[in-house]
């Protein structure tokens, strides 16, 4: 059971990896767009798809951009052990103490999760209705979704982590790694 886990685990940590990478690439891309049609009202005819009010609307698409990168780009990070750690205090301590504080930062890792994913879907749900003035065809609720779903993808690596111990030891998590393969 705990292997199918991990392989489910594997699919999300690529969904994740994608999604991030995705959100960035379109966030520069809409970022230099943006500039372009500030600085220049001959906007070419090969992006006469983009609407071209003089970029209201380069800055609330690259939010969403950002959110996603963030949020979902940290639930990677955690599985592959490349958040930020601050481990002095863990260094010093006998290997026991070690593994019971690996448990507590673990439970609440689990607790914050879930404190974010409710008070995210809470806050998605009070915004629903709210369209983005410079994207109407957006609202605010659904701008603010990768809060919430980018916490549930971490939740889930929290859950594989407890169950089934850390997976930074293995090649998937470690890609672009220079440990890859030694």
């Known amino acids: 059971m705990k292997n199918i886990y991990v392989l489910v685990m594997d699919g999300v940590y690529r969904i994740c990896i994608w999604l991030s990478g995705i959100s960035l690439l379109f966030m520069t891309f809409i ?3 943006g500039i372009y049609a500030r600085f220049r009202p001959d906007f070419p005819e ?3 798809f983009l609407p071209h009010a003089s970029t209201s609307w380069p800055e609330p698409l690259s939010q969403i951009c950002m959110i996603t990168f963030s949020f979902v780009g ?5 599985r592959a052990g490349s958040h930020i750690a ?8 006998n290997p026991v103490m070690k593994k019971g504080l690996a448990v ?3 439970l609440a890792m689990l607790a914050t999760c879930l404190f974010i994913i ?13 369209v983005v003035p410079s994207l109407p065809f957006l609202t605010s609720g659904i701008t603010h979704l ?3 779903l980018g916490s549930f993808f971490t939740l889930l690596f929290v859950v594989e982590k407890l169950l089934c111990g850390p997976q930074t030891h293995r090649e998937l998590v470690q890609f672009g790694s220079p440990k890859v393969g030694h």
């Open 31 to 33: 970022y230099l767009v």
């Open 46 to 48: 090969w992006l006469g």
């Open 74 to 78: 940290a639930a990677a990070a955690y």
């Open 86 to 93: 601050i481990t002095m205090l863990v260094d010093r301590i």
């Open 104 to 106: 507590f930062v673990d």
């Open 118 to 130: 409710h008070w995210g879907i809470v806050g998605c749900m009070d915004a629903w209705e709210d």
């Open 146 to 148: 990768p809060i919430p």
